[in-house]
């Protein structure tokens, strides 16, 4: 079969389109996944900062009320003999460290009430006779009154900021 001159021009050109939107659809696609996979990555390393975050002031705060938790429980007052002052002094030393250590990682709206919950604490510590102390630490529960709620509404701006990752 013979195709005259301008058939095999036709010819030519209709496979060279064809080619060059196969090409392009090659690169559309290609395009597509390259920017569903950076998408993905971006909220991946999104969700894993916010997860990172959470879990530091999770492990923080576990260690507040912890020492706040045995400070309580161990010593109703401060002693009147050498070893129960030893104990009391160790244990709100223990309070005041682990506030302190929160309060480097807290938000504002968790560090004040841990600041406030950790001097306390520490003028209790620092007062000189038994009377100053138990009037110190009386306030302590006072010092706690804003501190679950403000720790329970970070955790829920930590879920909202995962949900936000999508959002990219």
């Known amino acids: 079969m013979d195709l005259n001159p301008s058939t095999a021009t036709r010819w030519t050109i209709a496979i060279a389109l064809l080619g060059i939107f196969a090409s ?18 971006a909220v991946e390393t999104c969700m894993l900062r916010v997860d990172k975050q959470e879990a530091v002031i999770r492990e923080k705060s576990e260690a507040v009320l912890g020492a706040l938790g045995a400070f309580g429980s161990a010593t109703q007052a401060p002693g009147t003999t050498p070893e129960k002052e030893a104990k009391f002094h160790k244990l709100g030393q223990a ?22 919950l950790g001097v306390t604490v520490q003028i209790g510590l620092m ?40 959002k990219q």
């Open 24 to 41: 392009l659809c090659a690169a559309a696609l290609t395009y597509y996944a390259s920017s569903l996979s950076t998408h993905q990555a």
């Open 95 to 116: 309070v005041v460290e682990s506030a302190m250590r929160l309060v480097a990682y807290a938000p504002a709206e968790l560090a004040e009430p841990t600041l406030h």
């Open 127 to 166: 007062a000189e006779t038994t009377e100053q102390k138990l009037t110190a630490l009386s306030l302590t529960p006072s010092a706690m009154t804003n501190w679950p709620k403000q720790y329970f509404s970070l955790m829920d701006k930590f879920e909202t900021r995962r949900k936000d990752c999508f």
